[in-house]
């Protein structure tokens, strides 16, 4: 078991440009959860699905952000011209998903920085 | 405001002594989950708790949902320790995990 793997594992874009970071989660787990980890905000939750819906996007920056599950071995978050402000280390865990299984597994993350 | 808040969020230890890690939520939780951030960013999970205690090795924990609060005990603290300690609260209504702010542990020799 090769644990959660998350693509790239740095990113550097350009003001204004677009940023894919891509997730794959632990074979057999219904639930994938996306944060971003800064030194001023902390952990933020992001968003997360189950079984490929998405159930809670509520930490979501609206106009720029979203997230995709097209399938039960990846998922991606899609970034739209990139800010500064969006530089951070984007991570993905991954669940069995369901009531006493919800033990999160996290990828080593990606580092996104933009110029 | 904060709905997991940590304390404290930072901490020094000599090696050998014990600590007490607190995390406090303004959310209601089914479950909290305990990591560790090494130096190099990853984040190890340590416990998965309903209500109720749970102990591995050096490490033991208690979670009560009735007043809303979770305890991380480290005894016989060692170098390898160190790192920041995170605590997460599975929220009631939607399974969301929301993480808490964080303590940076130092142990010394």
């Known amino acids: 078991n090769a644990g959660v793997i998350q693509t790239p594992r740095h990113k550097v874009t350009g003001k204004g440009q677009e940023a894919t970071l891509w997730c794959e989660p632990i074979s057999g787990h219904s639930a994938v959860f996306w944060y971003r980890q800064t030194i001023v905000q902390g952990l933020e939750f992001l968003t997360y699905f189950r079984n490929q819906a998405p159930i809670d996007d509520s930490g979501m920056p609206k106009e720029r952000f979203s997230a995709q599950m097209p399938n039960q071995s990846h998922s991606t978050l899609k970034i739209q011209s990139t800010q500064p402000q969006d530089s951070a280390v984007y991570l993905c865990?991954?669940?069995?998903?369901?009531?006493?299984?919800?033990?999160?597994?996290f990828g080593a993350g990606t580092r996104l920085s933009v110029l | 405001g904060d709905k997991v808040k940590q304390s404290p969020s930072a901490l020094s230890l000599q090696e050998g002594t014990n600590s007490a890690l607190r995390c406090n939520f303004s959310i209601a939780a089914t479950t909290v989950q305990w990591f560790l951030q090494n130096p190099r960013g990853s984040l190890i999970n340590l416990f998965y708790?309903?209500?109720g205690t749970k102990e591995n090795g050096r490490l033991k924990s208690a979670f009560d949902s009735k007043e809303s609060y979770s305890t991380l005990h480290i005894r016989d603290a060692q170098l390898e320790d160190s790192g920041t300690y995170f605590c997460a609260a599975e929220a009631v209504n939607t399974n969301k995990v929301v993480f808490g702010t964080g303590t940076r542990l130092q142990v010394l020799p």
């Open positions: 865990a991954s669940s069995l998903g369901w009531g006493r299984q919800n033990t999160l597994y």
């Open positions: 708790l309903v209500p």
